[in-house]
């Protein structure tokens, strides 16, 4: 009998898009399907142009400090939000979250 070689292969450039059946470069993020182009190179630059944008689109802009306004408090604050977001986008596992401290 044949032994087959059930080893699971592994990405060994770790390029973040697919390639779509329709030719296009895409990647999923928060469910929703985005398509970057046809050309490898060009849809990785545009990929990583648009990735934090639309990872963390939830994220609040309201938070807007001038010079010497920003408190202790208020950037804790946006850490934790920060990190909330990398959890939301898969980047973070939820029990790394639960680690961190409450506001």
Do not use: V, W
């Not at 944008?53 to 994220?59: F, I, N, Q, S």
């Amino acid at each position: 009998m044949a032994k087959t070689n059930s080893k699971r292969k592994t990405r060994s450039d770790k390029f973040p898009l697919t390639l779509h059946p329709t030719g296009q470069y895409c990647k999923k993020i928060k469910g929703k399907l985005y398509y970057f182009g046809s050309n490898k190179q060009q849809a990785l630059q545009k990929y990583l142009r648009y990735a934090s944008d639309l990872h963390y689109a939830e994220r609040d802009s309201s938070h807007a400090f001038s010079e010497g306004e920003i408190t202790l408090k208020s950037l804790c604050n946006l850490y934790l939000e920060h990190q909330l977001c990398r959890m939301q986008g898969g980047d973070l596992t939820a029990s790394y979250y639960a680690l961190l401290p409450e506001n």
